[in-house]
């Protein structure tokens, strides 16, 4: 069959790609370059230049840690296609704002010199909570980080904290315009936080480079802070065969994505920028609060069903938020724990937004997994149901279905074999288990785990009673946790 490249969607009669008759200048980098972001940010930007007739926001997508990406995009001329799975969704839609498409491993001085280009006005990000290199116990840059030390000391960066710093370097000095720096990854002030990250980058440098970086980065580049929301599981061998057959040309870098497609973002940009809103983005100044309901409405219950579902078999979320007793588990946590304790965004019903995300999880057709969604845990719980935890127990009350969701987790990283925890703490995990692994043994060695627990939760009485409660609990398998979720 094959393959899909602009020259092959030319002659194809039901399907092309909307920009086809345009040439689209790049004016966008975008660092991370998997699904999500293909399925989101390439939309939404696509949209934006449809809408307006400004062609001048190509992306240059960069990946991270794999090139699979950039090597299947290559030989189809950045094109792809977003499959939409799910009720009211719409035709299968070919993409085709990515003008390039390079390995950011394989080729890190040329994503240097993109980001330091003129053409460039925006850096848009999804690399992740664990790439931005983040030392847990201060909230900034991780210094020690060998792949951070090794950035500063002038190698071609291979962090995307530090592809971002080194490329505004290289446009301060080449006197370049000013530049905006767009985090879409689920972290709390995800804006600010990357300004914090790019400073302490270039606060680390030797001094003569040091104070003329963080001067111009004061004055020339901004760091708005968003929320995105779509869920856009992995692509599986059949989903690309099911886009083969509808396509009637082969595209090894289709996404499936649901309809449902969010986003929130902080109008704060140093210059240009695409004309999101006119996509269906909407423009705040309380992202703050949306992301806070985002996190700890949505990812929270996304969390709670992965280990959940992880605990008892179910091999993805649908199957899980199926399962009667966890679904009521979903709801109490969010009704009891979550909705009280946080402030909604203008315009969002708490209520409603709640029943929303339990029906876009019961959606079959995206076969999101309880793994896939339950790797790097220990870089998540905190911000989507740690926050709710220790907000409930400062009001008095206890989180009884939070701590069920992080005993849960506890109980995924006990009874999961080293090798097969994806978690980027996985040598400090299995250093702080205990070799008998029991709710009494288990919940107070991963309390005293200080990049995941800080000391006063840790010492809640409230919470590890709760804690050691449900780990007993789900040792005692499905009906046992039925037994219980029901009569709590």
């Given at each position: 069959?094959?393959?899909?490249?602009?020259?092959?969607?030319?002659?194809?009669?039901?399907?092309?790609?909307?920009?086809?008759?345009?040439?689209?200048?790049?004016?966008?980098?975008?660092?991370?370059?998997?699904?999500?972001a293909r399925a989101h940010t390439a939309v939404f930007t696509e949209?934006?230049?449809?809408?307006?007739?400004?062609?001048?926001?190509?992306?240059?997508?960069?990946t991270q840690r794999s090139d699979t990406v950039a090597r299947q995009l290559a030989p189809q001329d950045g094109l792809f296609c977003v499959a939409e799975r799910g009720s009211g969704a719409a035709p299968l839609r070919v993409v085709s704002s990515i003008v390039e498409a390079i390995s950011g491993r394989d080729r890190p001085d040329a994503v240097v010199d993109w980001i330091a280009a003129d053409s460039t006005r925006v850096v848009t990000l999804t690399v992740t909570e664990k790439g931005y290199r983040i030392d847990p116990h201060t909230g900034s840059l991780n210094l020690a980080d060998d792949q951070v030390q090794a950035d500063l000391a002038g190698n071609p960066p291979l962090t995307a904290i530090g592809q971002v710093t080194?490329?505004?370097?290289?446009?301060?000095?080449?006197?370049?315009?000013?530049?905006?720096?767009?985090?879409?990854?689920?972290?709390?002030?995800?804006?600010?936080?990357?300004?914090?990250?790019?400073?302490?980058?270039?606060?680390a440098l030797p001094e003569e480079e040091s104070g003329p970086l963080l001067a111009w980065l004061k004055d020339n580049v901004t760091f708005p802070s968003t929320m995105v929301d779509r869920m856009v599981p992995a692509t599986t061998a059949d989903d690309l065969d099911a886009v083969e057959r509808e396509?009637?040309?082969?595209?090894?870098?289709a996404v499936v994505a649901e309809p449902f497609m969010q986003w929130v973002i902080e109008d704060n940009f140093a210059g240009d920028r695409?004309?999101?809103?006119?996509?269906?983005?909407?423009?705040?100044?309380?992202?703050?609060?949306?992301?806070?309901?985002?996190?700890?409405?949505?990812?929270?219950?996304?969390?709670?069903?992965?280990?959940?579902g992880l605990a008892s078999g179910k091999a993805t979320i649908s199957d899980a938020v199926g399962e009667d007793a966890f679904r009521v588990a979903c709801q109490r946590m969010l009704a009891e724990d979550a909705l009280?304790?946080?402030?909604?965004?203008?315009?969002?019903?708490?209520?409603?937004?709640?029943?929303?995300?339990?029906?876009?999880?019961?959606?079959?057709?995206?076969?999101h997994t309880t793994a896939k969604v339950g790797s790097d845990g220990s870089q998540k719980?905190?911000?989507?149901?740690?926050t709710t935890a220790r907000a409930a127990l400062d009001a008095g009350r206890e989180p009884r279905w939070a701590a069920l969701a992080v005993a849960a987790w506890m109980h995924h990283v006990a009874t999961t074999a080293a090798a097969d925890l994806n978690d980027p703490l996985v040598d400090e995990l299995q250093k702080a288990l205990p070799?008998?692994?029991?709710?009494?043994?288990?919940v107070p060695a991963l309390l005293g785990v200080r990049s995941i627990f800080d000391a006063g939760l840790a010492a809640n009485t409230t919470f590890a009673d709760l804690l050691t409660h449900w780990y007993r609990i789900i040792d005692t398998g499905l009906d046992g946790l039925r037994k219980e979720i029901n009569h709590g």
């Amino acid at each position: 069959m094959t393959r899909l490249s602009a020259a092959s969607l030319a002659g194809n009669g039901k399907h092309r790609a909307p920009l086809a008759d345009r040439t689209i200048e790049p004016g966008i980098v975008h660092l991370g370059l998997g699904a999500f972001a293909r399925a989101h940010t390439a939309v939404f930007t696509e949209e934006a230049m449809l809408a307006t007739g400004d062609s001048g926001w190509g992306i240059v997508g960069v990946t991270q840690r794999s090139d699979t990406v950039a090597r299947q995009l290559a030989p189809q001329d950045g094109l792809f296609c977003v499959a939409e799975r799910g009720s009211g969704a719409a035709p299968l839609r070919v993409v085709s704002s990515i003008v390039e498409a390079i390995s950011g491993r394989d080729r890190p001085d040329a994503v240097v010199d993109w980001i330091a280009a003129d053409s460039t006005r925006v850096v848009t990000l999804t690399v992740t909570e664990k790439g931005y290199r983040i030392d847990p116990h201060t909230g900034s840059l991780n210094l020690a980080d060998d792949q951070v030390q090794a950035d500063l000391a002038g190698n071609p960066p291979l962090t995307a904290i530090g592809q971002v710093t080194r490329g505004i370097q290289k446009r301060a000095l080449a006197g370049a315009g000013p530049l905006t720096v767009v985090s879409c990854d689920n972290l709390p002030g995800n804006g600010e936080l990357t300004r914090t990250l790019v400073g302490a980058f270039a606060a680390a440098l030797p001094e003569e480079e040091s104070g003329p970086l963080l001067a111009w980065l004061k004055d020339n580049v901004t760091f708005p802070s968003t929320m995105v929301d779509r869920m856009v599981p992995a692509t599986t061998a059949d989903d690309l065969d099911a886009v083969e057959r509808e396509l009637g040309l082969r595209d090894e870098a289709a996404v499936v994505a649901e309809p449902f497609m969010q986003w929130v973002i902080e109008d704060n940009f140093a210059g240009d920028r695409p004309a999101w809103e006119k996509a269906g983005a909407l423009f705040s100044n309380d992202v703050a609060a949306w992301e806070a309901a985002k996190l700890r409405l949505l990812n929270a219950s996304h969390s709670m069903l992965a280990y959940l579902g992880l605990a008892s078999g179910k091999a993805t979320i649908s199957d899980a938020v199926g399962e009667d007793a966890f679904r009521v588990a979903c709801q109490r946590m969010l009704a009891e724990d979550a909705l009280p304790t946080i402030s909604l965004p203008k315009g969002l019903d708490g209520e409603t937004y709640c029943a929303q995300v339990l029906e876009r999880f019961a959606n079959p057709a995206l076969g999101h997994t309880t793994a896939k969604v339950g790797s790097d845990g220990s870089q998540k719980i905190g911000l989507r149901l740690l926050t709710t935890a220790r907000a409930a127990l400062d009001a008095g009350r206890e989180p009884r279905w939070a701590a069920l969701a992080v005993a849960a987790w506890m109980h995924h990283v006990a009874t999961t074999a080293a090798a097969d925890l994806n978690d980027p703490l996985v040598d400090e995990l299995q250093k702080a288990l205990p070799a008998e692994r029991s709710a009494a043994t288990v919940v107070p060695a991963l309390l005293g785990v200080r990049s995941i627990f800080d000391a006063g939760l840790a010492a809640n009485t409230t919470f590890a009673d709760l804690l050691t409660h449900w780990y007993r609990i789900i040792d005692t398998g499905l009906d046992g946790l039925r037994k219980e979720i029901n009569h709590g």
